[in-house]
């Protein structure tokens, strides 16, 4: 019983001992002094300084008006509104071939010669005919001196009528035929000379000597004659790009045998069906030709150029530096300090100055020359 008390009284004592300690401590943190925090500014990793920036010119970020362009791919084509095929209506066999692929050609100009059994029978027929036409003609003026002494009935003189008028009806035809054949009735020849329907260049060819020429209905075109005064382009524009070109846009057109000299061109025709292997579509060009520069399948690039105009923001090219995939200029915040800007660069204009698409305001002062200050920035101290 007495070791039973003893030990409740030590713990009582220690409990008490450990209060008085844990006061001490309290009392003796409450009384010294607090530490003291210092908090430092990290520095702006896009803030740059130079010690001397009058080395360095400014420009100021200015608006201009501008248009919305396109620059796609395209062919020279003939106009196949002045494009003429030459046909020849009668088979048989090419004699004398006297005009070649890429030839000028006037207008009435021998292309070809044919040798045409076609045109034998035609004249055959039409001999034929005159021969009919002159008997019946003969018997009409018999049957008209008959009649007039009574000595025939006014049937028979209808009937040598009607015989004449059919038989004046069988030349005619057959004249027609002839000359639609294009052979000439006062010079009767199985030879016929094809001839240029128009002035212009020879732009196809499917007939050589000796070949055998046969009727339209199985057989190609002798030549195919075009006008190169005017000419098409067709571009072939993708689907995405379909909503930056319209009818009556402008357009710009360089030849890749030409490339340091442009040609206006007008957008008439965008096709309403798309190649289904490329997704484009076809976009027709219309301009002058009256150099022939111009010449049918050249390769050539246009750019297009929307009607309505636009307010955008330019600087130098220079003073846009492009450095890990993303564009950069410097902006000018006074007192020698300047910010490297990310910025979304646009098409470069022919008089070198640059479209900024973000990143920058009206009014911005940059640097001219983007790598050179970048250059001493890095080796500024």
Known sequence: MNRSIKFNVGRTLAA???????SCSRNSDA???????????????????IDHPERFTLTEVRT???????KVNGV???DVARTVPVLSLAGGRA?????????????????VTISSPDISQAFSDYQKFQADELLARQQLVRSQALYDKGAIAQRDLEAAENAENKAKTDVQTALERLRILGADPNHPSPVIEVRAPVSGTVVEQNVAGGAAVRSTDNSPNLFTIADLSRVWVLCDVYENNL???HVGDLAEV?????????????VVNISRVLDPATHTAKVRLELDNPDGLMRAGMFATATFRSQTERVVLVVPSTAVLRLHDRDWAFRSEGGGKFRRTSIQAGPVAPDNSQEVLTGLSAGA?????ALQFSNAAEGNP
């Open 16 to 22: 008490g001992l450990l209060f008085l300690s844990a």
């Open 31 to 49: 009384n010294a002094p607090a530490p003291q925090v210092k908090v430092e500014e990290a520095s702006d990793p896009t803030l740059v300084k």
């Open 64 to 70: 201009e008006k501008a248009y919305d362009e396109l």
């Open 76 to 78: 020279v084509a003939p």
């Open 95 to 111: 004699v004398d071939i006297r005009a070649r692929l890429g030839d000028d050609v006037k207008k009435g100009q021998v292309l």
């Open 243 to 245: 909503g930056q070109v």
């Open 254 to 266: 360089r030849l890749n045998a030409y490339p340091n000299r442009a040609f206006p061109a007008r």
């Open 365 to 369: 002062q940059v640097v001219v020359d």
